[in-house]
């Protein structure tokens, strides 16, 4: 079993769309989560960590459920430039020593 | 904004040649990563580098790789005797620790 896990996609909605990622991880003692996202070609950058009370910024909205070991990502509202791959990212260790990162999900935002 | 410097942003090489790729971490992080990305795939984890040694290091990382912080500011990855299959996009990171990475923009490696 793949550590973090995510649907690879690709989802193709309308701007202004709603649209929700998930991602499982098999570690149970994973310490720390994000969402990044990546551009075509590009380096990854973090779009939010993920907290387990649920985090919101903005149009995305995050969240953690350890008892099932899953991650969400919701993003309201979409605009053009939300075409991107998101990427859930785990930190198995406190020290963040490893992090992994899962396949990615990609997004297209048609006008 | 401090960023992670990364050299050269492509390099050719023929297979079995040497490859130095050379990150400048941003200057107060601790932690340093190397990853790569084949084209077209996942973010791969390769190495973590804390305190002056390898913390923790991926199946891919095997006796054909090494990292060296060889002073203050610098951070490796020598890549011995390349393969075709070693063509990809290398990420340095760095992080003070927490998990929030910071990424240069990438060293791509063609071998041909």
């Known amino acids: 079993r793949k550590e973090v896990e995510q649907d690879p996609g690709p989802f193709n909605v309308p701007e202004g769309a709603t649209v929700a990622f998930n991602c499982t991880y098999s570690?149970?003692?994973?310490?720390?989560f994000f969402w990044y996202r990546q551009d075509c070609r590009k380096e990854p950058k973090l779009l939010m960590s993920?907290?387990?009370s649920g985090n919101e910024d903005g149009r995305f909205t995050a969240q953690l459920n350890r008892a099932s070991q899953y991650i969400s990502l919701l993003i309201r509202d979409s605009k053009l430039s939300d075409s991107a791959t998101y990427l859930c990212?785990?930190?198995?260790?406190?020290?963040?020593?490893?992090?992994?990162f899962g396949s990615g999900t990609r997004l297209s935002i048609r006008p | 904004e401090p960023e992670v410097t990364q050299t050269p942003s492509h390099q050719v090489t023929q297979m079995g040649q040497e490859v130095i790729l050379r990150c400048v971490p941003i200057s107060n992080h601790l932690y340093f990563y190397w990853y790569r990305q084949i084209l077209g795939q996942k973010v791969e984890f390769l190495v973590s580098?804390?305190?002056?040694?390898?913390?923790?290091k991926s199946e891919i990382f095997d006796d054909q790789f090494s990292v060296e912080r060889p002073d203050g500011s610098n951070f490796t990855l020598k890549i011995r005797s390349t393969k075709l299959e070693d063509s990809a996009m290398y990420f340095c990171?760095?992080?003070?620790?927490?998990?929030?990475?910071?990424f240069g923009e990438g060293s791509r490696l063609t071998v041909l």
């Open positions: 993920v907290y387990s």
């Open positions: 580098f804390y305190n002056n040694e390898i913390s923790e």
């Open positions: 570690n149970s003692a994973s310490q720390s």
């Open positions: 990212v785990v930190s198995r260790y406190s020290s963040a020593s490893k992090i992994i």
């Open positions: 990171a760095s992080s003070s620790g927490g998990g929030e990475l910071f």
